[in-house]
């Protein structure tokens, strides 16, 4: 199993930067990729961004494109999350998630940190 813990959220006003963790444990040698996930009361939960871990592929859900960054420390095991220009419609839970290699679904999550834009 891969054990995940967020960290890193609060309240920001909107425009405002915040900085999300997430650090792996357990097998995290199987882990193929990790992703940002976030939902809003009475919204789906959306994917927000993802890397690859070997090779650091990203993609970006086109709503934080340019004002968000994926990143990951291979040897601390850890992801991370910088959000700049924050808006209110950023504000969420935002989870972590990671999948093995040749598994579509996102097996393993967060418990999950607020974030919290101010107008």
């Known amino acids: 199993q891969v054990q995940l813990v967020e960290s890193g959220g609060g309240e920001v006003q909107t425009g405002g930067s915040l900085r999300l963790s997430c650090a792996a444990s357990?097998?995290?040698?199987?882990?193929?990729?990790t992703a940002w996930f976030r939902q809003a009361p009475g919204k789906e939960r959306e994917r927000v961004a993802n890397i690859v871990w070997n090779g650091g592929s990203t993609s970006y859900a086109d709503s934080v494109k340019g004002r968000f960054t994926i990143s990951r420390d291979n040897v601390k095991n850890t992801m991370y999350l910088e959000m700049s220009s924050l808006r209110p419609e950023d504000t969420a839970v935002y989870y972590c998630?990671?999948?093995?290699?040749?598994?579509?679904?996102?097996?393993?999550w967060g418990q999950g940190t607020q974030v919290t834009v101010s107008s």
């Open positions: 998630a990671s999948r093995e290699f040749g598994v579509t679904q996102y097996r393993y």
């Open positions: 357990g097998r995290t040698f199987s882990i193929y990729a």
